[in-house]
């Protein structure tokens, strides 16, 4: 037996499943994947994409920040559908990571700058500092403190 419906996010199936054999209960979601992905690294690697590690890294920059976890699912599920919908299956990774350093500036501006830290590999202070200026042309240095 098997009872099935959307998820909060609208974009898996949510299924409640019960085991003959065991009478175990239990919950799966099934996502829609619209074509399998490569993802082509700056040394030119290929690899299969992984939604979880995406999920991870933007976690990772959303940690105690004051989001809701399901804006945060919206926003993932939101970046693999235009992934998906690009037409093509091999995406290079700078592509992808514009791609979320674009939604985290709209929803988080912490989360921006410490996925853009990483992803942009900032060495020193005055990376981070170069970066903020562009952030904010129009504040001189000295009152972005």
Request: glycine content about 4%.
């Amino acid at each position: 037996m098997k009872d099935s419906r959307p998820a909060e996010d609208h974009v898996a199936i949510r299924r409640r499943r019960f085991c003959p054999a065991c009478g175990g209960r239990f919950t799966t979601y099934e996502r829609v994947q619209l074509r399998d992905l490569v993802v082509i690294k700056s040394n030119g690697r290929r690899e299969d994409f992984d939604r979880e590690k995406l999920e991870r890294s933007i976690r990772i920059s959303m940690q105690k920040r004051p989001v809701e976890p399901e804006r945060i699912d919206q926003m993932i599920s939101g970046i693999v559908r235009r992934l998906e919908s690009m037409g093509e299956t091999d995406i290079p990774s700078k592509t992808i990571g514009e791609i979320v350093m674009e939604s985290l500036a709209r929803i988080d501006t912490v989360a921006y700058v410490r996925f853009a830290s990483v992803y942009k590999n900032f060495q020193a202070a005055d990376d981070f500092e170069k970066f903020m200026s562009e952030l904010r042309p129009d504040i001189p240095p000295e009152e972005q403190a």
